[in-house]
Every structure is written in C-alpha cells, then in structure tokens.
C-alpha cells in the first residue's frame, strides 16, 4: 500500500492509472467494520482500490464535534493494508482547500428533511469534498455506506447532475453483534448510554414489523417508533422520520419504497440509524453495481 498526502502527487499516480478499474471508498477515518466491508466490495470489483481519510471542516457545523473527531492514522493505515487498500489519500485540509479556495457549491434538494434540515450547509460540505475527490481519484466505481442513507441520495443527485462517469455503489449497513450501527462515534458513548443505543435499532424494527403486519399509515409509524424509542432509551429524538426513498420526499401512505430514519442525541454523540424498505417491508440490502 502507497500513502499519499498530497493532491499532486494522487493525480500523477492517477494518471499511471488510466486503463485500471478504481474502486474508491472516501471515509473520515477511525476504521471499523463497517468502512472495511466497502473496501472489501471495492477489492473484489476493481484493480485498484483507493482509500481516502480527510475529515472535512467543510460538512461540520460550528457547534459539531470536528475537533474531537476521532483519529488515529496509524491504526487505520494498518488496517486499510490489511483488507487490500492499494493507495491511500491523506490529504491536509490545505491541501484541499487552500487559502485562495473560494468555490460554494449548494445542493438545494433532498436536504430539507433528516440531516440536512438539523445541520444546516452539512451536504453542501459532502458535495463540495466530494467533487474534489472524485477529480482527484477519477473512480469508475465509488463505494458508499447506507448507513448514512440521505448522504447515498444526495451522491446519487451529484453524481447524476454533474455527469460524473461514476458508478454508485451503496453497501448495507455493517452492525455490532446487538444490532447497533457500527459508527466512529460510538466510542463516545458512556457505558449505559452503549448499552440502550440498540433502542434506535429496536425501534426501526418495530417499525418495520407494522409495516410487514400490514400498516400503510406513515404517521401512525412514525410515532410508534419515536414512542418505542422514547420508553428504551434516555436520547434527545432529533428525528424519526419515513420518506420516500430515495427522493426523501413525504408521503402518508406507504406505497413505494421508503426509509424510517432516525437520529438521537446522547450526551456526547448524535447518532443516527436507518431502514430502507420495499412498500412490503422487505429490507433493502445493497444499491448498484460495480461496473466497468
Ligand atoms: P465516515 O468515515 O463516517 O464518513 O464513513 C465513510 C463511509 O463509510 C461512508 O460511506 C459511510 O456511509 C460508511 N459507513 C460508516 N459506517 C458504516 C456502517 N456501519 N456500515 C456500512 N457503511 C458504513
């Protein structure tokens, strides 16, 4: 595995590149299982697989967690070695966006609902590193967590509106042995607050389950979940919400396919979950292909 830091050195190395397939997979660092299992796709679908690790000023809020985001670059290259990472991108902040940086791209759908209505200018920060990526990287496939579910949409969007020649791949979420989404955050967690953060979980299967009974009502859902929630586990709900995927538009009766999210606050960690489901209530697993 190659380590590189700068954005120069990425686009020669590239550009040695240029009749390989690339699978790329951006993250924010702090490996777990669930950044591994999109490397492990990506390594079994491409020549080449590219990691990058940049946690992004630009999609954290001022009152956000960017300065204590967990780190630990050492670890994560070992790791990202392991699973088959052929080059790994660590760019500075300066490298990406130097002082004379005065681009301000905006995404204005699919992000007045779930996290984009609770952190305001949040996608506008993913889509702008994210262009920047994929020019650097020049993936043919890029490999996305649906995990961060509203995140895959609005890629989808980007992609597709500004006709990158990138194929979208988005993998299931990767869960700890209860059932809690595996998340860098989760280390923030005290041990009770670890102990009860299954409720989101528990919650979105309950909420399943009505829909699987045969339930099409949005609204009624939406409350057992967040009441669920609210009995399991001392959390601030941010939201529960149930939109159309992966429009993220509302609707009353569930006839398409659809995802129940939700996102809660512990003392020092917001986490959020979700279930993408067919109208049946059958999970939705992965989303796109790998192609050439
Ligand atoms: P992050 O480092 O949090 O920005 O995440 C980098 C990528 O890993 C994103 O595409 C996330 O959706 C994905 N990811 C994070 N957690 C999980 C998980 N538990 N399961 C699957 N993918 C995940």
Partial sequence: MKTIRTVEQMMSKINT????????????????????TLVDEARKENDIVVMSIFVNPLQFGPNEDFERYPRDEARDASLAEKHGVDLLFLPSADQMY?????????????????????????FDGVITVLTKLFHIVQPTNAYFGLKDAQQFAVVQTLIEQLNFPIQLVGIPTVREDDGLAKSSRNVYLSVDERQEAISLYKGLLHGQKRIQDGIKDAKTIEKEVTSFIKKHTTAKIDYVEILTYPNLTRTETINEQIIIAVAAFYEKARLIDNLILEKDGTIVSRIGEGGN
């Fill in 98 to 122: 130097p002082t004379d940086f005065s681009i301000k791209m905006k995404i204005t759908s699919k992000t007045d609902v779930l996290c984009g209505r609770s952190r305001p200018g949040h």
């Fill in 17 to 36: 590149l240029r009749d390989k397939k690339i699978g790329f997979v951006p993250t924010m660092g702090y490996l777990h299982e669930g950044h591994l």
